[in-house]
């Protein structure tokens, strides 16, 4: 199921154009600037949220401007051990992840970039097709 899923939101990726430097793979395409739920007007963000990576590139941080409820804990940083990185997806586990699919399992989230200011999560024991509302990117403060 896994190999099915990762297979098909990478050959649905690679169908969007996007110019990047081919060394780049999605977690390079989303560090520097804030991201957010709502779709900026003019280039700013409310709701923003940022992303660092570790130095061994194993663990990715979310951090948002404001605690928000996430399972059984708020908060306003989640971390994610990341488990396979392509050049427009990366599966990784939520380190609170207390969901579990239909044999037991628990679920692990597939971020997919759909272009080079948008990306979208997928749960693991979700069809193919859904998808989360898409997250946008911000515009640098200018």
Known sequence: MIRLARAACVAWAALLPMPVPAAADVLDRLMGRPWSHVRPEGGACEEAFWFELNPERSRLTVRLNEPVPSRDIVGDT???????????????????????????????????????????????????????????????PG
């Open 78 to 140: 989640f971390h994610y051990q990341l488990r396979e990185v392509h050049e427009t997806t990366a599966r990784m586990f939520l380190e609170h992840e207390t969901w579990r699919d239909g044999s037991g399992q628990l679920v692990e989230w597939w971020l997919i970039l759909l272009g080079p200011d948008s990306f979208a999560w997928r749960r693991s024991d979700w069809p193919i097709w859904n998808l989360t509302p898409l997250r946008y990117r911000c515009a640098l």
